[in-house]
């Protein structure tokens, strides 16, 4: 069984990929850092947060919220010219997501989108990075352990009457 997280961050590169965004497919899953200035552009995804909260008092049933992170890389002529492609590169990636059908049905809602944009000249080239941090809500419910429940048998009393009725309830699930 795949871990939903996991099935959220490869639906999230697939519309990637699928956006031909700057980076075309230059989409890397769980990419260490730092990418070499050779392959950029680039769109780095991962998973790397989880949290759930329980929705009752059983074990079974909780509300999860993902957080994707998703880099953007590349690097440009001057800091104009990167801040300019970062701008590009940031409205095609939060269009990619928020816009794709097949990610947008696995969730119940995108709780939040965090952005920050970060450009440098530390190094010969002039390189930039958006970041992003998607909230990707939804629901998760376990199945309980052991054999299902299937019949339901019971004895009713009342007024010092032990054998006042009895019943027999099957149980579907539909």
Do not use: W
Request: charged share 15%; aromatic share 4%.
């Amino acid at each position: 069984m795949t871990l939903y997280r996991v099935q959220l961050r490869d639906a999230a590169v697939q519309a990637l990929i699928a956006a031909n965004t700057l980076a075309k497919t230059n989409v890397l899953v769980n990419h260490s850092l730092p990418t070499p200035i050779a392959t950029l552009p680039a769109i780095l995804v991962t998973a790397p947060r989880d949290r759930a909260t329980s929705n009752n008092r059983g074990a079974t049933d909780f509300t999860r919220v993902t957080t994707l992170a998703i880099r953007g890389q590349l690097c440009g002529e001057t800091p104009e010219q990167v801040g300019s492609y970062l701008d590009e590169l940031a409205e095609q990636i939060e269009l990619a997501i928020m816009q794709d059908g097949n990610l947008q049905g696995m969730i119940t809602q995108v709780v939040t989108i965090d952005t920050e944009q970060i450009i440098t000249s530390q190094t010969r080239e002039h390189t930039g990075e958006i970041r992003f941090l998607f909230g990707l809500e939804y629901i998760e419910e376990y199945t309980p352990a052991g054999t299902p429940l299937t019949l339901l048998n019971g004895q009713m009393q009342a007024n010092g009457n032990p054998d006042l009725a009895g019943m027999q309830v099957p149980l579907t699930l539909n």
